[in-house]
């Protein structure tokens, strides 16, 4: 297999348990979509990954192991029919582009002690802690009602020097 496809592979393998657990309303069009890349075996190809998808929105910890089983399917159907290449990659480039979308939950209602509200957050316990991704810094804040903070929005990508 190319290097190219090899990556695809493991691209695709990884969006799409990406997307089991995480895109639920979206979930059925992708699996309708990935299962008729198999042919003749769509039916069992989408029963299959049905059955992953369960597995790893019951135990997430399952997730590496499906990646693996659907990079080694994955692999041994561009390699039987080359062909199914550019396809796997309009799926790969949906599924991207899904995962990129921004996502935010909202909890309202009494909070005590510490609030953060963040993309991403590394850093170690106390005064250490950084962030690295969207978040709206409300340090020091005592509030009885309404939260006014700064919002920090750093973008990724192409966009990444650009105001909205």
């Keep these: 297999m190319a ?5 695809l592979v493991e691209q695709t393998a990884t969006a799409l348990v990406q997307a ?3 895109h639920q309303g979206e979930w ?31 135990d997430p910890a399952l997730a590496g192991e499906a990646i693996g089983e659907w990079k080694a399917k994955l692999r041994r159907l561009v390699r039987a029919n080359p062909e199914t290449a550019a396809p ?3 799926i790969l480039g949906r599924l991207s582009t899904a995962d990129v979308q921004p996502r935010v939950s909202n909890t309202t209602g009494n ?5 953060v509200q963040a993309h991403t957050i590394h850093g170690g316990a ?17 509030a009885g009602r309404d939260v006014i903070g700064v919002q920090n929005n750093h973008r ?5 020097g650009r105001e909205r």
């Design 156 to 160: 990724h990508g192409r966009d990444s």
């Design 20 to 22: 089991m657990a995480t």
């Design 126 to 142: 106390g005064n250490t802690t950084t962030y690295g991704g969207d978040h709206v810094e409300q340090s020091h804040i005592r």
């Design 3 to 7: 290097d190219d496809s090899a990556e």
């Design 28 to 58: 059925a069009p992708v699996r309708e979509e990935l299962s008729a890349l198999f042919a003749k075996a769509a039916h069992v190809a989408s029963a299959e990954l049905e059955r992953s998808r369960t597995e790893v929105v019951q």
């Design 88 to 90: 796997m990659r309009e």
């Design 111 to 115: 909070v005590t002690g510490v609030s």
